[in-house]
């Protein structure tokens, strides 16, 4: 099939941390789509701003792509399982589903329904486009079963009385994204070595579990769970076949958790898993790491506790380039709250400038073009937002005194606000007409579509239809899509 994508097209160039270099992105097959995963939540807890920070560049580079004319299937998983505490390499941590469980008194899946509500109440209110797939680890535990019989079949796994292990040493390539080499790592290793592991750094593929473990699966190799890893490799492919043209994530999943998709990946397919890779950077706290005990852990529900929109977090995230750390202070909150007031307020001008019912003016040659050529040029430069916004506000100065002075005919705002739509379809940041959805569902009813979820998995229809009813008189209305359910307000 011929692709619908064309060189003559403006093409994103972005920095891959896969060999240090700018790579122009194009599809790798022939049907012109490109096929992205981005690493997504572990719903054990509310997501914090770092955690949106991250949804947000996912998005910021979805949208970029499609405005610049590219045919873009995105997913973004959804860990309800797997992800142990410790980040490093040993894998003797407590489950972070398991440890939440506990702390709230709930059984996993009701905590992984809390957070994975919470998630798409963040998605909704940082007005970030929804992924093409949400695939849950819980939901891939065959296809996940399936790579790790392959990875033992083509030599690269062992068996343990534990578990399941991958073998780094039999995948030369391994550190080849983060530069970490075997030898440095088993150096400064600071991680448990179970006595029937053949090296500190050999991550665990699949976990046998006793029977007071609250998440288990059959498998071959006796009752357990997936490790956190290999949850991913095994969902990409089934989404998206045995290679992908770009693999998103935070900074701090670029070690260990992409190499060992890089490992496990490579080593079921024998092919390249994703030829590039973007890793956003750090945010920080008031100079410092986000943490509790510090009290420089902040969620979505106390920037609005404090009178700021969303919007303005988006606004202040936006101003600084994905690559770059970014240091969160409230100062710089209230600045940006500020700038995108002084944006709002000009769309407000606008819209009464095309709501007048007299305007004789004649029209202005405003050359909207350019700024619109350039904003988009500015993504195209690896997702360059600050330079973007610098080109929105550009045409917000020369267009004020213009407008102030009464020069602008209604053909000009209408053109104006045309061009500043072409803006927000990227950074999602401006209201024209009313304020935006931000609907959160009830942990009720999230409660509900939950049992709702695993009643129709059990083909017990029956209770499905009943659940359906009871989220119906709550006020929401409850659809299945190949995302999954989704949850829609009727009032």
């Known amino acids: 099939m011929q692709s619908r994508y064309t060189l003559n097209t403006m093409q994103l160039r972005i920095w891959n941390t896969l060999g240090r270099k700018f790579s122009a992105v194009t599809p790798l097959n022939s049907d012109g789509i490109l096929r992205i995963y981005n690493c997504g939540p572990t719903v054990y807890a509310t997501p914090h701003i770092g955690n949106i920070r991250r949804f947000v560049v996912a998005d910021l580079l979805v949208k970029t792509l499609k405005k610049l004319d590219y045919d ?29 469980a506990e702390r709230e008194n709930l059984s996993p899946e009701v905590v992984a329904a809390k957070y994975t509500q919470e998630f798409f109440a963040v998605l909704t209110q940082m007005r970030l486009e929804p992924a093409d797939f949400y695939p849950r680890a819980t939901q891939h535990i065959p296809a996940i079963i399936k790579v790790v019989a392959k990875l033992l079949e083509n030599g690269y796994a062992y068996q343990t009385s534990s578990g399941v292990y991958f073998d780094v040493a039999k995948f030369p390539n391994y550190g080849k994204l983060s530069g970490n080499k075997t030898a440095e790592i088993e150096a400064g290793a600071r991680v448990d070595v179970r006595e029937e592991k053949k090296n500190p750094f050999d991550f665990a593929l699949w976990i046998k579990s006793g029977k007071e473990h609250l998440m288990q699966w059959d498998s071959p190799w006796g009752r357990g ?171 917000i100065r020369k267009i004020n005194p213009l407008l102030e002075n009464g020069k602008l005919s209604k053909n000009n705002f209408s053109e104006i606000l045309d061009v500043l739509r072409v803006f927000d379809a990227v950074l999602g940041i ?22 709702r979820r695993l009643a129709r998995e059990e083909k017990n229809f029956t209770l499905a239809d009943e659940l359906r009813k009871s989220i119906l008189e709550k006020g929401f209305e409850v659809k299945d899509t190949p995302r999954g359910q989704q949850l829609t307000s009727i009032k």
Not at 86 to 96: F, I, N, P, T, Y
Not at 265 to 286: G, P, Q
Not at 440 to 451: Q, R
């Open 430 to 451: 401006m209201v024209f007409d009313q304020q935006v959805d931000t609907v959160v569902v009830p942990f009720a009813v999230t409660e509900l579509a939950e049992k």
């Open 72 to 100: 873009v299937r995105s997913a973004m998983n959804i860990t309800d399982v797997g992800h142990l505490m410790d980040s490093d390499h040993a894998e003797a941590g407590a489950d972070k589903m398991l440890l939440a």
């Open 225 to 395: 769970y997936p490790g956190w890893h290999i949850e991913c490799s095994a969902m990409a492919q089934q989404l998206f076949g045995e290679s992908i043209d770009l693999h998103t994530g935070g900074i701090d999943n670029m070690f260990p958790h992409h190499e060992n998709e890089i490992a496990q990946s490579e080593a079921s397919t024998s092919k390249e898993f994703s030829r590039i890779w973007v890793h956003n950077e750090h945010l920080l706290v008031d100079g410092k790491k986000m943490a509790k005990s510090a009290g420089t852990f902040i969620t979505l529900e106390e920037i609005k506790a404090r009178n700021y929109s969303p919007l303005a977090l988006k606004f202040l995230f936006l101003q600084t380039h994905y690559r770059s750390k970014l240091n969160f202070t409230w100062e710089a909150l209230d600045s940006a709250k500020d700038g995108l007031a002084g944006v709002q307020s000009f769309i407000g001008k606008i819209n009464v400038g095309i709501s007048a019912t007299e305007n004789n003016n004649a029209d202005q040659s405003l050359d909207l073009d350019r700024y619109q050529n350039g904003f988009v040029q500015a993504l195209a430069d690896d997702l360059g937002t600050p330079q973007a916004l610098a080109i929105v506000f550009e045409m």
